[in-house]
């Protein structure tokens, strides 16, 4: 008498044959790749390669979790699995349908072509490409399982692809909403800056959580409470969802390991100097409504200040900030008089280091010194640069 095997079981051997070394990718915004490769490295991950907006590497299924729940700079974690050359409809659908595609995504699986995109290449619809790929992958399927309908009522296997100067790249989505979304800002400022930039920032300083951090233009607190979150060691998303939790892994409690191991981490002993000052009373409840849904509200002190009434008596200290660039939030005359003020006020911290971003392209002519490093960033798809100027490193201490 045959043995049938569960779906359980089934699946459990899909990814036990599939997870013992996997690569994964990690898309980021563009100028970010060399601070999302470091942060891969840190996690003890072995990087395959490096394109433009998104990083390649190679972990296990244990990997997925810790890299959804820790990767600052990333906007999602995608297993990466196939790619090849394809010019025409017919060459997508067969390069497609050949994939084994059962081997990772369960019989009763939803599995949407959610996202399709395409650069320099000669298939450029990509409401096309999804319709060509998602027919592919049920031809796929039905060729394993005999069936001429697939229910999709189980968990969700977002399928992405990716069209290059026509190689094709096909992934599958582990993380669902973007890993920018940590779950802590439920309103927005009227321009925000989005939290794998804000985080980038930070990891761009040598900042660390016994240094004063400054930020005169907190918004809805974006910056602070990503540094935060990196001075208390918390995961960045610790408190949200993923897709790829209602999978069945090799290690069924892989994801509740990894979130236990996480929070274990938390350093509960920090004491952070943060302090975020904004004009706007309105934007300031929200900032602090954000910082206690990150769970570092009593770590950062918010408080209505202009910034020509900054001042301290801390020496060494940082300010990271994303002052008006003139073209959102007011005219061009009144942000270059804040750049002058700026320049005035920052100058008297004469032991501080500044980092700025903006997309005027004549700050430093209006701030009144030239960076000592300028680096290009983009805020959304805003080109911008971050005006960097180092600060004297403090006296070591005695032992």
């Known amino acids: 008498m045959k043995k049938y095997e569960t779906n359980k079981e089934r699946i459990r051997k899909i ?65 990466k699995i196939a790619e090849f050359h394809a010019e025409t409809y017919e060459e997508l659908f067969q390069n497609t349908k050949k994939i084994k595609w059962y081997n990772w995504i369960p ?36 060729s394993k399982h005999k069936i001429d309908w697939f229910p999709e009522k189980g968990a969700k296997y977002p399928i992405h692809v990716f069209l290059n100067k026509d190689k094709v790249v096909l992934y599958i989505d582990t993380s669902g909403i973007s890993l920018h979304k940590r779950g802590y800002r439920e309103i927005g400022s009227e321009a925000p800056i989005k939290e794998t930039l804000a985080a980038a920032m930070v990891l761009l300083t040598p900042w660390k959580y016994d240094r004063l951090l400054v930020d005169p233009f907190c918004g809805s607190g974006t910056i602070a409470i ?14 949200r969802e ?3 939790e209602k999978w069945s892994f090799k290690d ?5 390991k990894a979130r236990e191991e996480a929070q274990a981490q938390i350093r509960q002993d920090v004491k952070l100097k943060i302090q975020s000052y904004d ?68 100058s008297k911290l004469d032991t501080w280091s500044f980092y700025i971003i903006t997309a005027h392209e004549e700050f430093e002519k209006f701030f009144g010194k030239r960076a000592d490093k300028k680096r290009k960033l983009y805020n959304g798809m805003m080109k911008t640069d971050l005006y960097q100027y180092f600060g004297p490193k403090p006296p070591r201490r005695n032992e």
């Open 15 to 79: 990814m036990e044959e599939n997870m013992e070394r996997i690569e994964l990718t990690a898309p980021c915004n563009f100028a970010l790749e060399a601070i999302l490769s470091r942060e891969i490295k840190d996690l003890g991950y072995e990087i395959s390669k490096v394109e433009d907006g998104r990083v390649n590497f190679w972990a296990d299924e244990y990997g997925i979790c810790k890299a959804n729940l820790w990767l600052r700079t990333a906007e999602r974690i995608m297993i």
């Open 107 to 142: 019989k009763d699986a939803e599995f949407p072509v959610a996202r399709a995109s395409t650069v320099k290449s000669k298939l450029f619809s990509p409401s096309d490409i999804q319709a060509i790929v998602k027919k592919a992958v049920v031809e796929s399927m039905k």
């Open 226 to 239: 990503e540094a935060a979150m990196m001075g208390l060691n918390i995961a960045p998303g610790l408190k």
């Open 242 to 244: 993923f897709t790829a």
């Open 252 to 256: 069924k409690d892989a994801w509740k």
């Open 279 to 346: 004009i706007d009373e309105s934007v300031l409840r929200t900032a602090r409504k954000n910082a206690v849904l990150a769970g570092v509200g009593e770590h950062i002190h918010f408080q209505r200040r202009e910034v020509k009434e900054l001042s301290s008596s801390d020496s060494y200290g940082f300010i990271i900030t994303n002052p008006p660039y003139g073209e959102r939030l007011q005219d061009r005359k009144s942000v270059e008089q804040l750049y002058k003020d700026m320049g005035s006020v920052f």
